[in-house]
């Protein structure tokens, strides 16, 4: 079941499956804080829950599947710091508010970067974890932003949005890194 990113869709869903009796819920949580009713609807349904790539902030889950966010996004935020000599200007494209993902990865990327007093971050905007809004939200801050040297996107899907609108306003000298190894190119 798909809850386009709507965190009351999401608890319809699993209210859903429960009344299904289903074996177990695997579940990426779109809102951390939101999730937890349906959580504890399912524990007290005696449903194992799942979580993957995002975490829950209650209820019972037997296992949590999910990179180290915080590791990734220091990593991303190191990686700009030696690119750019550890001088520049920077965009943040974060992903959904609310999600355990975008709340480390941007965790650990401005750990990353505050390490540099040369690096600036110039705009940080929600992109929602979407191609098309990260392509969207670029376009807007580089019209407000005549100096960006590399954008980091709390996935690869805004990343690939933003170069899109890089590509398009002919400004190819600004780095992007994203997150989650993505196959796709743009």
């Given amino acids: 079941m798909d809850a386009q990113n709507d965190a009351s869709k999401q608890l319809a869903n699993i209210e859903n499956l429960i009344q299904q009796k289903v074996s177990v819920i695997i579940v990426n949580p779109v809102d951390s804080k939101a999730i937890v009713p349906a959580i504890e609807a399912a524990n007290k349904a005696n449903i194992p829950v799942i979580t993957v790539d995002r975490g829950a902030a209650g209820g019972k889950v037997i296992s949590a599947i999910a990179s180290d966010n915080v590791a990734g996004g220091k990593m991303a935020g190191q990686l700009i710091v030696d690119k750019l ?57 580089l019209q407000a932003n005549p100096e960006i040297n590399a954008v980091f996107a709390h996935n690869d899907e805004m990343a690939l949005g933003a170069l899109e609108a890089i590509k398009a306003a002919k400004r190819t000298n600004i780095m992007a890194v994203g997150f989650d190894a993505t196959a796709d190119r743009c």
Avoid: C, Y
């Fill in 85 to 141: 000599g550890g001088k520049g200007k920077v965009v943040e494209l974060e992903g959904i508010p609310g999600t355990s993902a975008a709340n480390d990865r941007g965790k650990g990327f401005n750990e990353a970067i505050k390490t540099a007093t040369g690096i600036a971050v110039v705009a940080k905007q929600p992109a929602d974890f979407d191609r098309a809004k990260g392509m969207k939200v670029m376009e807007n801050i």
